[in-house]
């Protein structure tokens, strides 16, 4: 059975990782990526020319979409695994454009 409190922690400290390991330097293109937790909650990351928005609706598709379950979320929050890892194993799924996928470590440090 889920955990909503750990859900949440897991959901915020990704969100506040994101945001504090943003790099706009990296980040001169523009691009929507969606990360999905289950199917239960969706956020979607604007880049645009070297700013970052974190979105709960956009209107559009992701150029990237990215989803796993609140475990693995949690694990990617909390430096337990990265996010590499974490698709290796094959927990967490990645559909859409992979360059733009392969830009993720050069404009967010999460590892």
């Known amino acids: 059975m889920m955990n909503e409190d750990r859900l949440q922690m897991s959901e915020e400290n990704l969100l506040n ?3 504090k390991s ?3 330097a990296a980040a001169n293109f523009k691009a929507v990526y969606l990360f999905e937790v289950e199917d239960i909650k969706r956020y979607f ?4 020319e070297g700013t970052c928005q974190i979105l709960t ?3 559009g598709e992701a150029d990237v979409s990215l989803k796993a ?5 949690n694990a990617i ?8 890892m974490a698709f290796m194993m094959g927990k967490l799924s990645l559909d859409g454009e992979l ?3 392969l830009k993720l470590p050069s404009i967010f440090n999460l590892g």
């Open 45 to 48: 990351l604007k880049i645009d």
């Open 99 to 101: 360059p733009l996928a």
């Open 77 to 84: 929050a909390t430096g337990e695994v990265s996010a590499q």
């Open 57 to 59: 609706e956009f209107d």
């Open 22 to 24: 943003f790099n706009p």
């Open 69 to 73: 379950d609140e475990e693995t979320w």
């Open 17 to 19: 990782k994101i945001i």
